[in-house]
C-alpha cells in the first residue's frame, strides 16, 4: 500500500542552521507530496506541495523537490530560526478530491537560539 | 476567507460519555474529512463525507464512531461511551467539491478530546 517515510526525530538545530527533514514514499501513479506544519497546540498548516515530478515546492524559506526516481522530497531550509520550531509532517494523496491524505509520522524539530 | 472550524477545541469526557465534535469547512468546500492524531503517532485518516454521504469510512473503528454532514449545517464525528484510548487530537479537513484544480485538503485547529 502507499505510505510515507521521514526521518526520526526530534532534530535539535541552532538558530541560522541549515535544515534538511528527509521523506521518501511508497506509491503507485504518481500522487502529489505535501509537507504540512504543526506548531505547539495548533492545526496543521500547508507549508508546501508539489504535484509533479521535478517541481519544486517552495514557501517562507522552505523548499522541497519532487523527484519521482529516488521517490524522495525532502524538505531543505537555508537558515532556520526559533520560530521554525514545530512538527513537520510529509504526505501524499492522489490528484482528485476525495482521496485521503497519507501522512509521515512527524519529525519534531526545535531550534535554540 | 475563513478557514475550515472546528469546535470546541477542547473536549473533557468522563468513560463512558458521548463526545460529538463539530467541523465547519471552507467556504465553498462540499468535502469533508476527518484524521485522528493520538499521542506519539502521527495522523491517520478515518471518513471522507460528503452533503449527505459518506464515501469513504474505511479508517473508522467498527464500534462506537459515527459521522455525518447533513444537507445543513457542520459535519458532527460522534465518539459513544467513550473509553480512555479514545483520547487524541481530532481534525477535520475539507477540500472543494469535484472538477476543481485543486487536490489540497485544508486543515482545522484540532478538537483535543482528553477521557478522564
Known amino acids: 500500500g502507499n505510505s510515507v517515510t521521514q526521518m526520526e526525530g526530534p532534530v535539535t538545530l541552532s538558530e541560522e542552521a541549515f535544515l534538511t527533514i528527509n521523506c521518501t514514499y511508497t506509491?503507485?501513479?504518481?500522487?502529489?507530496l505535501f509537507w504540512y506544519v504543526q506548531y505547539p497546540g495548533e492545526g496543521l498548516q500547508l507549508l508546501l506541495k508539489?504535484?509533479?515530478?521535478?517541481d519544486k515546492g517552495s514557501n517562507k524559506g522552505f523548499e522541497a523537490t519532487y523527484r519521482k526516481e529516488t521517490t524522495s522530497f525532502h524538505l531543505e531550509k537555508g537558515s532556520v530560526q526559533v520560530s521554525d520550531s514545530a512538527v513537520y509532517f510529509c504526505a501524499l494523496s492522489y490528484y482528485r478530491t476525495g482521496d485521503k491524505v497519507i501522512f509521515g509520522p512527524g519529525t519534531s524539530l526545535s531550534v535554540i537560539p | 476567507n475563513a478557514g475550515v472550524m472546528q469546535n470546541p477545541r477542547h473536549l473533557v469526557r468522563r468513560r463512558g460519555q458521548e463526545a460529538r465534535l463539530r467541523c465547519s469547512p471552507m467556504k465553498g468546500h462540499s468535502h469533508v474529512y476527518w484524521y485522528r492524531q493520538l499521542p506519539e503517532e502521527g495522523l491517520k485518516f478515518m471518513v471522507y463525507?460528503?452533503?449527505?454521504?459518506?464515501?469513504?469510512e474505511s479508517g473508522m473503528p467498527k464500534e462506537r464512531f459515527s459521522a455525518e454532514f447533513p444537507k445543513e449545517g457542520p459535519s458532527i464525528l460522534r465518539i459513544q461511551q467513550v473509553v480512555r484510548g479514545d483520547s487524541a487530537a481530532y481534525f477535520c479537513?475539507?477540500?472543494?467539491?469535484?472538477?476543481?484544480?485543486?487536490?489540497?485538503?485544508?486543515f482545522g485547529p484540532g478538537t483535543r478530546l482528553t477521557v478522564l
Open positions: 508539489a504535484t509533479k515530478a521535478d
Open positions: 463525507l460528503q452533503k449527505e454521504n459518506i464515501i469513504d
Open positions: 506509491a503507485t501513479g504518481y500522487p502529489s
Open positions: 479537513a475539507s477540500s472543494p467539491p469535484s472538477g476543481t484544480s485543486t487536490d489540497t485538503q485544508y
